[in-house]
């Protein structure tokens, strides 16, 4: 749902929100499923003006990604146990020691971040990290034939007969650079495995602090569609779903909507 247009009046006195969409007026309990659905997506506006993702860390590196993100992450990663997750954009190295310190719960394995620049003080804390033994770090730009082949190698090393690969796109988030590395990953991913790309809330936030007008259109979401349209034979677009919900709330809180893709062939 995208706010950036609306008015919205809350009463908590009585329980209801009042939402105005130009010449529509909604009003729905603060209690139910659409109410917070309304306020999740107004906390994830303000939490992206005031870069709420930016306050976290992972085994003492920032990692920038929404703690409920990470969980559903977890477990996926619980789910499928892959031997190799592929991570393209690299930043402080946060998120690159989180995926490997899942992998070491499950059964072990490898993580491979690929960034075309990994600043000198984040290299030097991720070397003296206690994780590092289970990364691999490609400098170069994502989408280049040299570093997709240098991939494809350290894929091949570390992949275990029979196991998972699962693949990460967390680095330039435009729609075209998004889409070439669907393309370019997508060969690695195994079968009833994923590839995810991350920030696709960038298409609702698009005019709002920090953001471009153009993020309406040029963001991941948009490469995911482009993607699906050529490659629907091979994978499907999912919404992780767990086995334990007791509660009244089936939509994720989330930067990465319509993100996951799975491997059917």
Partial sequence: MNLHNAKLAI?????????????????????SPEGFRVLSDLWLRSGWDNKHV????????????LPEDMIRMAELVYAL??????????????????YASLLQNVGGGKVIGVDIEVRPHN????????????LE???????GEDTVKMVAELVESYKRDGS????????????????????????????????????????????APRTQEDWSWDNPVSAVHDFLQENSGRFQLIEPTFQFNEGNVKDRV???????LQRIK
């Fill in 11 to 31: 009463d908590v006195r009585n329980g209801l929100i009042e939402l105005t969409q130009g010449n529509e007026v909604e009003e729905m309990s603060l209690s």
């Fill in 123 to 134: 290299k030097q804390a991720i070397d003296r990290h206690e994780m590092r033994p289970f």
């Fill in 137 to 143: 770090i490609v400098e170069g730009d994502s989408v």
């Fill in 81 to 98: 146990k892959p031997s190799v997750i592929i991570e393209t954009g690299i930043a402080h190295g946060g998120s690159l020691i989180y």
């Fill in 164 to 207: 998972h690969v699962m693949v990460i796109l967390d680095s330039c988030h435009t729609k075209d650079h998004v889409l070439r590395e669907l393309i370019a990953y997508s060969r690695f991913v195994t079968k009833d495995s994923y590839i995810i790309a991350m920030d696709g809330i960038m298409k609702d936030v698009a005019g």
């Fill in 54 to 65: 930016y306050s976290f860390t992972w085994m003492g590196r920032p990692i920038i990604q």
């Fill in 254 to 260: 989330t930067y990465a909507p319509n993100a996951i």
